[in-house]
C-alpha cells in the first residue's frame, strides 16, 4: 500500500501449478484469514507458517502448496485487509475524495496494528491493493500532474493513515512523566487543557489536504 510497485500476488492458488499430494481442501482466502487472526491477537511476528498451520489444523507443508513463502503469505493478509476500505464513487471533489477514504484507511490500520509494519515491507500487491491505487488515480484524475506524483500523494497519505492510527488520540500522562513545566512551558500548557477540550480537531484533514496540495500543486 505504501511503496508503488508493479508485482502482483494472486488470490486464487490455482494460478501456481498444483504441487502432488492429496486433493486440496484449503484456500488462500482462509490461510489469510487466519494469519490476520493471529497477527491482531499477537502481532506479526506470531505469524509463522507452522502457527497459522497449527490454527487451520494442519501441517506448514500444506501451507506451501497454497503460497509460496512467508512474504507472500503476508502480502494475502495485506490485500486481505485491504479490502475493508470502501472506495465511493468519485465526485470531482478530489482532496474531499482521498481524505473520505484516507479516513477509512486509519481505520482499518488501527483495527490492523500490524498492518503498518506489512506495508512498508516490499510485497507485491494483490487485487484490492492495485484497486485502491486504480480508484486513487481516478479521483486524482482532474489533477494536472504526473502520474508518478499522484501514485507518491497516494502513497504518503496511505502512510499519514497508517502513523496517525498507530499514534492514537496523542501521548497520556506517563509519557509526559518526564515533563518539566518551566523547561517545557508550551506542552504544560497542552497537557493542562481542559479534559474535554479537542487538541486536534480537523487535524487529520487537513494534513491530508497539505499532502495532496504539496505533492500535487508545489506553487
Same mark, same amino acid.
Given at each position: 500500500?505504501?511503496?508503488?510497485?508493479?508485482?502482483?500476488?494472486?488470490?486464487? *492458488?490455482? !494460478?501456481? @501449478?498444483?504441487?502432488? +499430494? /492429496?486433493?486440496?481442501?484449503?484456500?488462500?482466502?482462509?490461510?489469510? %484469514? #487466519?494469519?490476520?487472526?493471529?497477527?491482531?491477537?499477537?502481532?506479526?511476528?506470531?505469524?509463522?507458517?507452522?502457527?497459522?498451520?497449527?490454527?487451520?489444523?494442519?501441517?506448514?507443508?500444506?501451507?506451501?502448496?497454497?503460497?509460496?513463502?512467508?512474504?507472500?503469505?503476508?502480502?494475502?493478509?495485506?490485500?486481505?485487509?485491504?479490502?475493508?476500505?470502501?472506495?465511493?464513487?468519485?465526485?470531482?471533489?478530489?482532496?474531499?475524495?482521498?481524505?473520505?477514504?484516507?479516513?477509512?484507511?486509519?481505520?482499518?490500520?488501527?483495527?490492523?496494528?500490524?498492518?503498518?509494519? *506489512?506495508? !512498508?515491507? @516490499?510485497?507485491?500487491? +494483490? /487485487?484490492?491493493?492495485?484497486?485502491?491505487?486504480?480508484?486513487?488515480? %481516478? #479521483?486524482?484524475?482532474?489533477?494536472?500532474?504526473?502520474?508518478?506524483?499522484?501514485?507518491?500523494?497516494?502513497?504518503?497519505?496511505?502512510?499519514?493513515?497508517?502513523?496517525?492510527?498507530?499514534?492514537?488520540?496523542?501521548?497520556?500522562?506517563?509519557?509526559?512523566?518526564?515533563?518539566?513545566?518551566?523547561?517545557?512551558?508550551?506542552?504544560?500548557?497542552?497537557?493542562?487543557?481542559?479534559?474535554?477540550?479537542?487538541?486536534?480537531?480537523?487535524?487529520?484533514?487537513?494534513?491530508?489536504?497539505?499532502?495532496?496540495?504539496?505533492?500535487?500543486?508545489?506553487?
Amino acid at each position: 500500500m505504501l511503496a508503488v510497485r508493479l508485482d502482483v500476488v494472486s488470490q486464487s *492458488a490455482s !494460478a501456481r @501449478p498444483r504441487r502432488p +499430494g /492429496p486433493a486440496p481442501s484449503l484456500t488462500v482466502r482462509a490461510i489469510a %484469514a #487466519a494469519a490476520v487472526g493471529l497477527a491482531d491477537a499477537r502481532g506479526l511476528d506470531a505469524v509463522t507458517m507452522r502457527d497459522v498451520a497449527s490454527a487451520l489444523s494442519t501441517s506448514a507443508a500444506a501451507l506451501y502448496r497454497y503460497v509460496a513463502s512467508r512474504d507472500e503469505l503476508l502480502a494475502h493478509m495485506v490485500d486481505l485487509t485491504s479490502a475493508e476500505v470502501r472506495h465511493p464513487p468519485v465526485t470531482g471533489d478530489w482532496i474531499r475524495d482521498v481524505t473520505v477514504v484516507a479516513k477509512r484507511q486509519r481505520d482499518v490500520f488501527a483495527a490492523h496494528p500490524w498492518l503498518a509494519q *506489512a506495508v !512498508a515491507m @516490499p510485497l507485491a500487491m +494483490g /487485487p484490492h491493493v492495485l484497486d485502491h491505487l486504480n480508484w486513487g488515480l %481516478a #479521483a486524482l484524475e482532474p489533477v494536472d500532474a504526473p502520474v508518478g506524483a499522484k501514485l507518491e500523494a497516494i502513497a504518503l497519505v496511505t502512510g499519514f493513515a497508517a502513523l496517525y492510527a498507530s499514534a492514537g488520540s496523542g501521548p497520556d500522562s506517563s509519557s509526559l512523566a518526564g515533563l518539566d513545566p518551566v523547561r517545557h512551558p508550551q506542552l504544560a500548557a497542552l497537557a493542562h487543557a481542559p479534559p474535554g477540550a479537542d487538541r486536534s480537531a480537523g487535524l487529520f484533514d487537513r494534513v491530508v489536504a497539505g499532502i495532496l496540495r504539496g505533492v500535487l500543486d508545489p506553487v
